[in-house]
């Protein structure tokens, strides 16, 4: 456990008592994340403002320091508890609007994203604009009193079930590739949207096609200025690559729906020598190596936050964490995969048991990881360009 002296680790008994008399035991288990206690801890971590911790009290957030929000969630991890307000506002689109919000956007969008009220969803990639996002087409025209929204966005996480969308249009059709594009904040609960979930090869649908037709949007519900969208763009990436590092690598060496680690499931699938050794030597080696780089995955992680305590927040460098926390987690989950043999085959049925259905779902969901939040070829280029300075390939 890290030692961040002074105040900061004074700040540790306060959150420890705190978390060992607010967090319901009973969330620890499946069924218990089932049940109400999951609403009262979101209610109680909402009303502490440790849902979005570093956030400013004002906009419903905690005020901490970095080092306090490391120590807190330190302390969850502890007592097995999660921070139960997350999704895009969290991650994305909340540290972008308060960093480059107006302070009447702050007002109107941050409490109900810290307090978890608020579900949005991200409309960047279109059918025609995926990896090349500047070809974007849904068309924002300017209408007076209000914005007219056209167009259509795939991809487009949990937008069946959230309240707001903060989307990438064209304002001026005109304007050379990467210019002409705002953000713009709109309401999906508008009549003229319309939202088609994709079922995914796991079996899950976390994404859907968006449509947009003649959707009206404020006027002030442009984030940043008009026309320069592809800026806040860029910043609002490297706030989710930054969020999706941490969470692909930088967590436990456990899978989906399961307190067992890799570890577990080698000793439990493959079995063990007469020296106490996993019986295959050439995944024993291969689990070595995965457990240095996830090793040294969480070290850079936690380097990179110490770097950023001037709460400039994540830099280009994101791309680089993004790209090698894909990497640690499908190579997790292809170990798990693995180590189930047979049982690694099921889908569904009574001749596996639950977790291991959960693993092989988990694994084809992992597949997904070198591609949302920029695929993986993308984040190289980023790093290629504006970490190391490299020129385009002739």
Same mark, same amino acid.
């Given at each position: 456990?890290? $030692?961040?002296?002074?105040?900061?680790?004074?700040?540790?008994?306060?959150?420890?008592? +705190?978390?060992?008399?607010?967090?319901?035991?009973?969330?620890?288990?499946?069924?218990?994340?089932?049940? &109400?206690?999951?609403?009262? +801890?979101?209610?109680?971590?909402?009303?502490?403002?440790?849902?979005?911790?570093?956030?400013?009290?004002?906009?419903?957030?905690?005020?901490?320091?970095?080092?306090?929000?490391?120590?807190?969630?330190?302390?969850?991890?502890?007592?097995?508890?999660? *921070?139960?307000?997350?999704?895009?506002?969290?991650?994305?689109?909340?540290? =972008?609007?308060?960093?480059?919000?107006?302070?009447?956007?702050?007002?109107?969008? !941050?409490?109900?994203? /810290?307090?978890?009220?608020?579900?949005?969803?991200?409309?960047?990639?279109?059918?025609?604009?995926?990896?090349?996002?500047?070809?974007?087409?849904?068309?924002?025209?300017?209408?007076?009193?209000?914005?007219?929204? *056209?167009?259509?966005?795939? +991809?487009?996480?949990? #937008?069946?079930? /959230?309240?707001?969308?903060?989307?990438?249009?064209? =304002?001026?059709? /005109?304007?050379?590739?990467?210019?002409?594009?705002?953000?713009?904040?709109?309401?999906?609960?508008?009549?003229?949207?319309?939202?088609?979930?994709?079922?995914?090869?796991?079996?899950?649908?976390?994404?859907?096609?968006?449509?947009?037709?003649?959707?009206?949007?404020?006027?002030?519900?442009?984030?940043?200025? !008009?026309?320069?969208?592809?800026?806040?763009?860029?910043?609002?990436?490297?706030?989710?690559?930054?969020?999706?590092? /941490?969470?692909?690598?930088?967590?436990?060496?456990?899978?989906?729906?399961? @307190?067992?680690?890799?570890?577990?499931?080698?000793?439990?699938?493959?079995?063990?020598?007469?020296?106490?050794?996993?019986?295959?030597?050439?995944?024993?080696?291969? !689990?070595?190596?995965?457990?240095?780089?996830?090793?040294?995955?969480?070290? =850079?992680?936690?380097?990179?936050?110490?770097?950023?305590?001037? *709460?400039?927040?994540?830099?280009? @460098?994101?791309?680089?964490?993004?790209?090698?926390?894909?990497?640690?987690?499908? $190579?997790?989950?292809? !170990?798990?995969?693995?180590?189930?043999? #047979?049982?690694?085959?099921? +889908?569904?049925?009574?001749?596996?048991?639950?977790?291991?259905?959960?693993?092989?779902?988990?694994?084809?969901? =992992?597949?997904? *990881?070198?591609?949302? &939040?920029?695929?993986?070829?993308?984040?190289?280029?980023?790093?290629?360009?504006?970490?190391?300075?490299?020129?385009?390939?002739?």
């Amino acid at each position: 456990m890290a $030692d961040f002296g002074g105040e900061v680790e004074a700040f540790r008994a306060d959150a420890r008592a +705190w978390l060992e008399a607010n967090f319901p035991p009973a969330l620890k288990t499946e069924a218990g994340r089932r049940s &109400g206690d999951a609403k009262v +801890w979101r209610e109680r971590m909402a009303d502490k403002g440790w849902g979005a911790p570093t956030w400013p009290k004002a906009y419903g957030g905690g005020g901490l320091s970095r080092g306090e929000a490391r120590v807190l969630a330190e302390e969850m991890a502890r007592i097995g508890a999660s *921070n139960p307000i997350g999704g895009l506002g969290i991650m994305s689109i909340g540290p =972008t609007i308060l960093e480059l919000g107006t302070e009447e956007q702050k007002k109107r969008h !941050l409490p109900g994203i /810290a307090r978890g009220e608020k579900e949005w969803c991200q409309g960047y990639s279109e059918p025609g604009a995926g990896s090349d996002l500047a070809s974007l087409q849904t068309k924002c025209e300017d209408k007076g009193d209000h914005w007219l929204v *056209n167009g259509q966005k795939i +991809w487009t996480s949990v #937008a069946n079930l /959230a309240d707001w969308c903060f989307c990438l249009v064209r =304002t001026d059709p /005109a304007a050379k590739k990467h210019e002409g594009i705002s953000c713009l904040l709109i309401d999906m609960k508008d009549p003229g949207v319309e939202t088609r979930p994709i079922r995914l090869i796991n079996g899950d649908s976390p994404f859907c096609e968006t449509f947009f037709t003649d959707v009206r949007a404020r006027k002030d519900d442009i984030v940043g200025p !008009l026309n320069g969208g592809w800026t806040i763009a860029k910043r609002l990436l490297q706030f989710e690559r930054d969020a999706i590092a /941490a969470g692909l690598g930088g967590g436990t060496l456990t899978g989906p729906a399961s @307190a067992m680690s890799v570890e577990d499931y080698a000793k439990r699938y493959i079995g063990l020598d007469g020296q106490g050794r996993l019986a295959d030597a050439d995944y024993r080696s291969r !689990l070595v190596q995965h457990r240095m780089e996830h090793q040294a995955f969480q070290l =850079t992680l936690r380097r990179a936050a110490d770097e950023a305590k001037s *709460n400039q927040g994540p830099s280009n @460098a994101a791309a680089i964490m993004k790209y090698a926390g894909a990497k640690v987690a499908q $190579d997790r989950a292809e !170990l798990i995969v693995e180590a189930l043999g #047979a049982e690694g085959l099921g +889908w569904d049925g009574d001749g596996f048991e639950d977790h291991e259905l959960a693993q092989v779902r988990g694994w084809l969901r =992992t597949k997904a *990881n070198s591609i949302e &939040g920029g695929s993986s070829e993308i984040n190289l280029n980023v790093v290629s360009k504006r970490v190391l300075g490299l020129p385009d390939p002739k």
